[in-house]
């Protein structure tokens, strides 16, 4: 079953039913369901699919060929083989489509240019002689993510500027992953998403009919799954110095987020070091730098500035518990580190990645206008504030402190303050405090409004505010996991 991607196959539908000639480019991390997007949009479609090989140049092009002579094309009834690429590519134009598009999809294009390096100059030189102009679409697909960003979409390339549409994919949001899901109950669908993320391959390791525990421990804790080797290999994959990688990327797991922490805490020898590495990681799309959703161009260029997460939940959860039990895991033990160590943690693991699952909710209610304003930045605010403090003279002190969501309009009059509880127990009035005490200095100049998002409700005293003041909001965990965005009835 195909799930999600609406946005990418209506992304591609809308240039297949462009007049002219179209060259796409479709790239993105590795396992992100580049592939199975592109496989689902072809579907009815006259089309050629190839899924180019690490080989070498001449295999590569014998394997072209056997794919387009396959087709009814005049050349087949002449030769058996392509003498070079460019008569390769020059017989897309004579594939048979009736009145549609004829449409070639390259999938790992990269492994491509690999063996050729001349590839990408044989194709434009072809796009600009011949097929912009003819009722063609190419789509070059790629997991290189440095190679197409780098190298195929630079100024030095051919390809520059000859590209019709290039679309980056992403990993599934919330609301697609869960769909994988639909009978768990609405706060596994936040656990479950804070262990996998939205990567298609690993979501589809899990059996929806089987429990939680079950899959964490059969599927990602189990020596020979998928998913436990599934980190290793990657990183292999696309990286060399693969144990400083593994030292980088658990310390970031374990909580470490500045770049200084992550250097001592992964013992590489120095932070200038670090941040090249963590580049890399970046690049990837593993890690990302996060900054204060206020933080300015300045800050934003300090490389020693800005904190470091894991974009990706698997990893995180990886590096949590498989990583660091790794010798028990090796040794079958896989009830006893899930009892032991996964399942005290599990809950309050999810707590940050439900952060994110607000995130998501909040960019739901603006599309669908049901914020007191349109917002222009959204994200963490981390910074010096007002803080409640009963000891402190006036009952109040400033403190380095931190926001879950800030919202902020574009002319900086309006906020929206969010604060996120994935726990057991009710949102407390206490907390409600907390949260109104935040960044008091800006009120007098801005209008300041709240939204309070929690997995157990909230207590009464919360809620008696709540049916007074009109900018207040309270979202239980359905109305969040549903998506809902309609609550005038």
Request: proline fraction near 3%.
């Amino acid at each position: 079953m195909f799930v999600g991607r609406e946005k990418e196959l209506a992304f591609l539908e809308s240039k297949y039913t462009v007049e002219n000639g179209q060259l796409i480019v479709l790239y993105g991390r590795r396992r992100v369901g580049k592939t199975e997007t592109l496989k689902e949009f072809c579907k009815n479609k006259p089309h050629v699919f190839f899924a180019c090989r690490e080989c070498t140049d001449k295999l590569q092009l014998r394997t072209f060929s056997e794919k387009m002579l396959k087709e009814d094309i005049p050349a087949r009834r002449y030769i058996s083989q392509f003498e070079n690429w460019e008569q390769a590519f020059r017989s897309v134009t004579d594939l048979p489509s009736g009145d549609k598009k004829k449409l070639l999809i390259i999938d790992e294009f990269p492994y491509m240019c690999k063996g050729n390096a001349s590839i990408p100059s044989v194709l434009q030189n072809l796009w600009d002689e011949i097929l912009k102009d003819k009722n063609v679409m190419i789509v070059l697909c790629g997991s290189s993510m440095s190679f197409i960003e780098k190298e195929l979409l630079s100024e030095k390339n051919p390809l520059y500027g000859r590209a019709t549409g290039v679309y980056k994919m992403t990993e599934m949001d919330f609301y697609d992953a869960v769909k994988f899901f639909p009978d768990y109950s609405d706060t596994d669908k936040v656990i479950a998403y804070s262990v996998l993320g939205g990567i298609p391959h690993y979501l589809k390791q899990f059996d929806p009919k089987k429990s939680l525990a079950e899959n964490i421990k059969n599927n990602i804790l189990t020596k020979g799954c998928v998913l436990y080797s599934e980190v290793d290999f990657l990183l292999r994959q696309e990286l060399r110095e693969t144990p400083i990688y593994n030292s980088l990327i658990e310390a970031i797991a374990l909580g470490n987020t500045k770049l200084n922490e992550i250097s001592q805490k992964s013992l590489v020898d120095n932070t200038s070091k670090t941040s090249t590495y963590l580049r890399n990681l970046i690049q990837l799309g593993i890690v990302e730098r996060e900054f204060s959703v206020d933080a300015g161009t300045k800050e934003r260029a300090n490389t020693n500035r800005g904190t470091y997460k894991l974009t990706d939940n698997f990893f995180r959860f990886w590096y949590a518990f498989v990583f660091a039990n790794y010798s028990e895991l090796e040794a079958g033990d896989i009830d006893g580190v899930f009892h032991y160590s996964v399942e005290p943690q599990l809950h309050q693991f999810a707590s940050m990645p439900f952060e994110d699952v607000c995130r998501q909710y909040v960019r739901k209610l603006q599309q669908a206008n049901a914020l007191p304003f349109r917002y222009a930045h959204i994200g963490r605010w981390t910074g010096k504030t007002t803080v409640r403090d009963t000891s402190a003279p006036g009952g109040t002190r400033i403190a380095e402190t931190e926001i879950d969501i800030l919202a902020v309009s574009k002319s900086r009059n309006e906020y929206l303050v969010c604060e996120c509880k994935f726990k057991n127990k009710p949102f407390s009035y206490s907390e409600y405090l907390d949260t109104i005490a935040k960044l008091t200095p800006q009120k007098e100049k801005a209008d300041f409004y709240y939204a309070l998002f929690s997995e157990s409700g909230f207590e009464n005293k919360i809620k008696e505010v709540d049916n007074n003041n009109k900018r207040l909001w309270l979202y239980k965990l359905s109305d969040i996991v549903s998506g809902k965005t309609d609550f005038n009835g």
